[in-house]
Nanobody, 117 residues
Framework: QVQLVESGGGLVQPGGSLRLSCAASGSIFSTYDMRWYRQAAGKERELVAAMSRTGRDIVYAASVRGRFTISRNNAKNAVYLQMNSLKPEDTAVYYC??????????WGQGTQVTVSS
């Protein structure tokens, strides 16, 4: 079992920055691939960024590439999403996900990010 708790969301003006954190507990964090997703109102959940358990493989959605950075600290059991140059269309609930196998697949409760002037 892995428990995930996101934090760092909030209201920010367009062009601003936020850093989301996802704290994990309950299992060996370093054996999980970590991902960030988001879901805007009325839309499907979409993958924002993903990092392999080793940290070597990283994937970004085209819409955030060059603006968002995913990172992880296995010693602290945490994954982060640095979001720069935020746009109104980045407004969504952001979720982290820990994925190891089909049956070891865990989600956090989400944190709201609102980009508005």
């Amino acid at each position: 079992q892995v428990q995930l708790v996101e934090s760092g969301g909030g209201l920010v003006q367009p062009g601003g920055s936020l850093r989301l954190s996802c704290a994990a507990s309950g299992s060996i964090f370093s054996t999980y691939d970590m991902r960030w997703y988001r879901q805007a109102a009325g839309k499907e959940r979409e993958l924002v960024a993903a990092m392999s358990r080793t940290g070597r493989d990283i994937v970004y959605a085209a819409s955030v590439r060059g603006r968002f950075t995913i990172s992880r600290n296995n010693a602290k059991n945490a994954v982060y999403l640095q979001m720069n140059s935020l746009k109104p269309e980045d407004t969504a609930v952001y979720y982290c996900r820990a994925l190891q196998t089909v049956t070891r697949d865990y989600w956090g409760q989400g944190t709201q990010v609102t980009v508005s002037s």
